[in-house]
């Protein structure tokens, strides 16, 4: 599979019309557009055509045994989808909507096999971005859409990180600058007994429950596969470097170590800065800032660019265990894990 990837910067405010309507049409054939959001890219295809959905598991090589996310321009828009939205999704859709929180239910019969894995669930949200926004009006269809990156790596805040993966495998890219949010939407399983997180995210589960007045059960991936199926946020190595990665509690002293046995390293480390910093060599450091949604927002660009600057490990400083880092220990913990 080799196409030419199309790329159109977009303003991210007010997407021109012109590309949007371009964007749909590549969509309406059963094309891919990956596209910005408010966490990271998309790849995204019509949710509705189940051989434009099959291509999105081929460009990513992604298993077909991980079901996709649905976006929907609004929470209207969930009947097409979705077979029942019960009082609590109603409330979750109100309180998050547009925005980063992912709700699984009762998959209505005109989703196609291959969005849910062939499951009686669907994932959907609303994404808070212009740009999505707006390419979902204009094609006028839902879109199914994972990250834009190739199955297992890291995933992409930029249209260069979608083209690092991607190139030839895409129709088209629509660059709107950064996603901002930096990592992925909150998945959220209304379909069992009880709310539980699938996947932490962007929305804190502390958020979810001061809206349903509940607690909301957090699923630890265990080493059973058929679980770890159900949802692909859940397999045990993702979002990783082409390179090992590890964690370290003392990371200074790490990198010592490493360097002076000839290691080229990367080091991602912590402050109370804004923004990444980049300094020295044969060691490359980026710092990221002390805050969850500072850090969330800079972490894959970060990783994005040691991996590209020829690092031979990049050793990550751990960060604080405090509720509001679980979706950043999430990501880093399944970069981590081994083959
Ligand atoms: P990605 O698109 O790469 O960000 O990953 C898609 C995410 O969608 C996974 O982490 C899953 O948690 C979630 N997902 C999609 N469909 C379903 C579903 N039907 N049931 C449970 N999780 C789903
Ligand atoms: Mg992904």
């Known amino acids: 599979l080799s196409v030419r990837t199309e790329i159109i910067e977009v303003d991210r405010e007010s997407p021109q019309p012109a590309a949007m309507t371009t964007a749909a049409e590549v969509l309406r054939r059963g094309g891919l557009v990956a596209f910005p959001t408010e966490t990271v890219y998309g790849l995204g295809a019509n949710a509705l055509d189940a051989s434009a959905v099959r291509c999105i598991f081929e460009a990513k090589g992604r298993p077909a045994t991980n079901p996709v996310i649905v976006h929907v321009a609004s929470a209207e828009e969930l009947s097409r989808v979705a077979a ?16 980063a929180l992912t709700l699984v239910l009762p998959r209505c019969a005109e989703i196609p096999d291959v969005v ?30 994972p990250s834009a990156n190739r199955s297992e790596s890291l995933s992409p805040t930029t249209a260069a990180h979608v083209l690092k993966g991607l190139d030839g495998r895409v129709d088209l890219v629509l660059d709107g600058g950064p996603a901002r949010g930096g990592i992925e939407s909150t998945v959220l399983d209304l379909s069992g007994p009880e709310p539980t997180i699938l996947r932490p995210g962007l929305v804190t589960r502390e958020q979810i429950a001061a809206v349903l007045g509940v607690q ?28 090992p990665l590890e964690l370290s509690e003392a990371s200074a002293a790490r990198i010592a ?13 912590l402050t ?8 020295g060599a044969p060691v490359r450091k980026l710092v990221l800032p002390r805050d969850p949604q500072g850090y969330a927002a800079g972490l894959f660009a970060a990783l994005h660019a040691l991996e ?16 509001e880092w679980l979706a950043i220990h999430d990501r880093l913990s399944r970069a981590v894990a081994a083959e």
């Open 84 to 99: 029942q939205v019960s009082e609590l999704a109603g409330a979750l859709a109100r309180a998050f909507w547009p925005g």
């Open 116 to 145: 849910t894995a062939g499951g009686e669930t669907v994932a959907v949200r609303v994404p808070n971005h212009p740009v999505a926004l707006a390419l979902l009006k204009a094609a006028g269809v839902p879109i199914a859409a």
């Open 216 to 243: 909301v059960a957090l699923r630890t991936a265990g080493e059973d596969s058929a679980e770890l199926a159900r949802s692909p946020g859940q397999m045990r190595r993702h979002y990783a470097p082409r390179v």
């Open 257 to 269: 170590i490493l360097a002076a046995g000839g290691v080229r390293v990367g080091w991602l480390a």
């Open 272 to 279: 109370s800065d804004e923004g990444i910093v980049a300094c």
């Open 308 to 323: 590209d600057a020829g690092c031979q490990r990049i050793v990550v400083e751990k960060p604080p265990l405090d509720p």
